[in-house]
Nanobody, 127 residues
Framework: QVQLVESGGGLVQPGGSLTLSCAAS????????IGWFRQAPGKKREGVSC????????YYEDSVKDRFTISRDTAKNTVYLQMSNLKHEDTAVYYC????????????????????WGQGTQVTVSS
């Protein structure tokens, strides 16, 4: 099974930007969708954004639409999450995850479909 390793987290001021990377130990094309999820202290995990690694179709949760951009590089087996105009409420541990399931799903809302998860990277938005 592929291992997923997140990187790129850190401390950023409100309004700032960060780019997270999710590097897979094997071909991401073995999967159907790779996504980013996050969990803030005391809150439930929530989906942020996902991408169909084969055709590039993207999915965004409403609160990050127009601020975050997900992309993939199949040659590098890496999925990226570019985050801009960051807000305090974006503070969380960000996880990437992969699934082989296909279907008419809004993948950010279906964490239950994802069976490969990384260890997470902390993003803190604070002045």
């Amino acid at each position: 099974q592929v291992q997923l390793v997140e990187s790129g987290g850190g401390l950023v001021q409100p309004g700032g930007s960060l780019t997270l990377s999710c590097a897979a130990s094997g071909p991401i094309l073995d999967y159907h969708v790779i996504g980013w999820f996050r969990q803030a202290p005391g809150k439930k995990r929530e989906g942020v954004s996902c991408i169909n690694v084969n055709n590039g179709v993207t999915y965004y949760e409403d609160s990050v639409k127009d601020r975050f951009t997900i992309s993939r590089d199949t040659a590098k087996n890496t999925v990226y999450l570019q985050m801009s105009n960051l807000k305090h409420e974006d503070t969380a541990v960000y996880y990437c995850a992969a699934t082989v399931y296909t279907g008419n799903y809004f993948y950010p809302y279906r964490a239950d479909l994802f069976d490969q998860w990384g260890q997470g990277t902390q993003v803190t938005v604070s002045s």
